[in-house]
């Protein structure tokens, strides 16, 4: 990999996908890409990206993004969003109207089911409540419908585990499966944050997570999908960050309303 096929990368990725890599990253960038110049047949990576921008070539360019993106989650990450969500799901329950939340970054599911399982704590497992996730990694996404994991997944306490997942047995013992009606309550489709397509969302949300997915972002990037979403949300609507994550510069779009959670103006 030369420097410029490492800038080109860097190129593509922040225009596909918004994320900025620096320069420090070259080796990861080598190791998860090599992987697809070995299956494509490719001898150089210059020959991969010439590829890459020919007609025709989207499956080509899932996978490229596939291989840049983080994914790292686990069941009930960060505590106090949940908590929060409790007293948040109480407070807009009732009224005859469904609840709509957003999990953006879904990545293998274990924070969309953690949110699933608070709404079924909280509002029992008739809730009308609707979670859609997304991600902008199709392979994820296909692990998170699934909802298959190990008995020893990090964040599940034993009341959970019995109340909420299938224990496999044979061929499966060691594995867990979300229950289905669990299940019912999560949808999964692909979306992308730098596309246009946000109308296809459907209706505006109630709650929105989208945690730990803007430190990938330079500030112009996190300015155009925090317009996005707040065009995607209804006022007074919630939305859930990372803890390193402050949008101060969008006062005018959302107000810290407590730890990590801003509320939609």
């Known amino acids: 990999m030369t420097g410029a096929d490492f800038e080109r990368i860097r190129a593509l990725i922040h225009q596909r996908a918004g994320i900025s890599l620096h320069a420090g990253k070259q080796a990861m960038v080598y190791s998860r890409l090599s992987r697809r110049l070995r299956e494509t047949g490719h001898r150089s990576f210059a020959d991969y990206l010439q590829g890459l921008e020919r007609p025709g070539s989207d499956a080509e360019w899932q996978e490229f993004v596939n291989c840049l993106t983080t994914n790292l989650t686990a069941f009930f990450r960060e505590e ?116 246009s397509a946000w109308g296809s969302l459907g209706e505006p949300f109630d709650l929105v997570f989208c945690r730990n997915v803007m430190i990938y972002f330079d500030a112009p990037t996190q300015r155009r999908v925090l317009q996005g979403m707040h065009g995607a949300m209804k006022p007074g609507g919630l939305l859930y960050v990372g803890h390193s994550e402050n949008f101060t510069d969008s006062r005018e779009l959302f107000r810290l309303r407590g730890k990590t959670i801003y509320e939609r103006l």
Do not use: Q
């Open 80 to 195: 106090h969003h949940f908590e929060a969500l409790r007293e948040d799901l109480r407070a807009r329950a009732g009224g005859g109207r469904a609840l709509r939340i957003w999990c953006n970054a879904a990545s293998t599911g274990e924070e969309p089911y953690s949110i699933a399982m608070t709404v079924v704590e909280t509002l029992g497992v008739s809730a009308p409540v609707k979670v859609v996730c997304s991600d902008i990694d199709t392979k994820v996404l296909a692990t998170a419908a699934r909802g298959v994991y190990a008995a020893d997944a990090r964040g599940l306490t034993p009341e959970r585990l019995k109340r909420h997942f299938l224990r496999g047995t044979g061929a499966n013992a060691g594995h867990i499966r979300v229950r289905p009606e669990l299940a019912r309550l999560v949808e999964f489709r692909p979306f992308n944050l730098m596309g």
